[in-house]
């Protein structure tokens, strides 16, 4: 078993496949508990709640007239105040608030519908076999995250936005580059400035000439409805949501599949038959992301019998709330053949993702080509020695060395 990540957030902290060992203890005290947490590496600690509890964490997440998102700008404008909202939040559809929200949502949902996302599959099945040609290419033992992974995650991305396949390395490298806690501010800021400015020069041509993609489609559909910066933020969103959480996914689902061979033998004995269960199953069982946008509370409002009271912010961890004993019997097992439980992995409420069925047909994919190409695919190292990401966006790996 790896050692536990460490991350400023304490609901962020993994040990393994599953929360840390900190986290469940606070769960043993209560649903929801208050807890001195850090906003940022260096900031002083701020009170905030953390829900923990399956019930609580849907509950806070579910109740979209009692809790705002709109945390980074609350004391400007309690509700709905976009007149309040940073430019670089434009779009930002986890951080609105209705009527706001469904205004948006309802334009880009469209997009995001099973049927349309089946135009897409083709595509990714392309993806990934290049992928795979890649790693035989490259040789054994192979970086199933550099190598595969990661670059079917940013290449569905691109094809999603448009960004021409010229441009994906540098454009995924410098997204990548802001993230990285431990680059310099300057160069963080430089590879931020990078990819905003070219996905504003991607929005413009496509107000001038929309083809058949993802963006163009809305502004033909909707182009009179939201300004550039709203569709620019839309555009950043994606990009935030679509590529860690899907490296992270694709990456640690095959490690649990490999520590699990168990379960890896139910995908492989009918693989087009069960790999939606067992994509159901890891999405609860690694739950990638740490929380969704924090919760502020609009007026004085009971959770789990604790008073929230109105300003106050609630973290959900989905982490917790995807292993609480309420959920499931047995929750804390990998197990790919239980009835599905009703997991929030992808949020709950009206801030369901609404990228879920793609998310859900990228995994799909990359799991049944990885082992159609590599039926006997193995561990190049202990899986002591794997290293999980620390301090990230989403959960995932840094590396995973594999053989065949």
Same mark, same amino acid.
């Given at each position: 078993?790896?050692?536990?990540t460490?991350? +400023?957030f304490?609901?962020?902290r993994?040990?393994? %496949?599953g929360?840390?060992?900190?986290i469940r203890?606070q769960r043993?005290?209560?649903a929801l508990v208050?807890?001195?947490v850090?906003p940022?590496?260096?900031?002083?600690?701020?009170?905030?709640?953390?829900?923990?509890?399956? #019930?609580?964490?849907?509950?806070?997440?579910?109740?979209?007239?009692r809790?705002?998102?709109?945390?980074?700008?609350?004391?400007?404008?309690?509700?709905?105040g976009s007149?309040h909202?940073?430019?670089?939040?434009s779009?930002h559809?986890?951080?609105? $608030?209705?009527?706001?929200?469904?205004?948006?949502r309802?334009?880009?949902?469209?997009?995001? @519908?099973? *049927?349309?996302?089946?135009?897409?599959?083709?595509?990714?099945?392309?993806?990934?076999?290049?992928c795979?040609?890649?790693?035989e290419?490259? !040789?054994?033992?192979?970086?199933l995250v550099?190598?595969?992974?990661?670059p079917?995650s940013?290449?569905?991305? &691109?094809?999603?936005l448009?960004?021409?396949r010229?441009?994906? *390395?540098? %454009?995924l490298?410098k997204?990548?580059w802001?993230? #990285? +806690? $431990?680059?310099s501010?300057?160069?963080?800021?430089?590879?931020?400035? =990078?990819?905003?400015? =070219?996905?504003?020069a991607?929005?413009?041509r496509?107000?001038? $000439?929309?083809?058949e993609?993802?963006?163009g489609q809305?502004?033909?559909d909707h !182009?009179d409805?939201?300004d550039?910066?709203?569709?620019?933020?839309? &555009?950043g969103l994606?990009?935030?949501?679509?590529?860690?959480?899907? @490296?992270?996914?694709i990456s640690l !689902?095959?490690?649990?599949?490999?520590?699990?061979? $168990?379960?890896?033998?139910?995908?492989?004995?009918?693989?087009e038959?069960n790999?939606?269960r067992?994509?159901? #199953?890891?999405?609860? %069982?690694?739950?990638? /992301?740490h929380a969704p946008?924090?919760?502020t509370?609009?007026e004085?409002v009971v959770?789990a019998?604790q008073?929230v009271?109105?300003?106050e912010e609630?973290? &959900?961890?989905?982490?917790?709330?995807n292993?609480?004993p309420?959920l499931?019997p047995?929750?804390?097992?990998?197990?790919?053949?239980r009835?599905?439980l009703?997991?929030?992995?992808f949020?709950?409420g009206?801030h369901?993702c609404?990228?879920?069925a793609?998310?859900?047909? #990228?995994?799909? @994919?990359?799991y049944l080509?990885?082992?159609?190409?590599?039926?006997?695919?193995?561990?190049?190292?202990? /899986?002591?020695d794997?290293?999980?990401? @620390?301090?990230?966006i989403? =959960?995932g790996?840094?590396?995973?060395?594999v053989a065949w």
């Open positions: 078993m790896p050692e536990e460490q991350h +400023q304490d609901h962020a993994r040990a393994g %496949f929360p840390s060992d900190d203890q043993a005290q209560g208050k807890e001195e850090a940022a590496p260096g900031a002083a600690p701020e009170p905030i709640w953390m829900a923990l509890g399956y #019930e609580a964490v849907r509950q806070v997440m579910g109740d979209h007239v809790f705002s998102n709109q945390r980074r700008f609350r004391a400007q404008a309690v509700r709905g007149k909202r940073p430019q670089e939040m779009g559809l986890m951080d609105y $608030d209705q009527p706001e929200h469904t205004r948006l309802k334009m880009l949902t469209p997009e995001f @519908t099973v *049927r349309r996302i089946q135009r897409l599959k083709p595509v990714t099945e392309q993806i990934a076999e290049r795979l040609d890649a790693m290419r490259n !040789g054994q033992p192979a970086d550099d190598l595969y992974a990661s079917i940013g290449a569905v991305l &691109c094809e999603l448009g960004v021409p010229d441009d994906r *390395r540098e %454009f490298v997204h990548q802001q993230l #990285e +806690q $431990d680059r501010r300057k160069d963080r800021a430089a590879a931020q400035a =990078y990819t905003s400015g =070219y996905l504003r991607l929005v413009k496509q107000r001038k $000439d929309p083809d993609g993802f963006i809305l502004i033909r !182009g409805n939201f550039d910066e709203e569709l620019l933020g839309i &555009c994606m990009v935030l949501a679509g590529l860690d959480n899907v @490296t992270g996914m !689902g095959v490690l649990a599949l490999l520590e699990h061979p $168990d379960q890896l033998a139910v995908l492989l004995a009918a693989p038959k790999v939606d067992v994509v159901d #199953e890891l999405l609860r %069982f690694l739950s990638v /992301a946008t924090p919760r509370a609009v004085d959770v019998g008073l009271k109105a300003g609630v973290v &959900c961890s989905i982490p917790m709330a292993r609480d309420a499931g047995d929750v804390d097992r990998f197990d790919v053949e009835d599905p009703p997991h929030i992995a949020g709950h009206i369901h609404i990228g879920a793609l998310g859900r047909m #990228e995994l799909r @994919t990359a080509a990885l082992w159609r190409r590599f039926p006997d695919l193995r561990l190049a190292v202990p /899986a002591a794997v290293p999980h990401k @620390t301090n990230s989403a =959960y790996l840094e590396r995973l060395p």
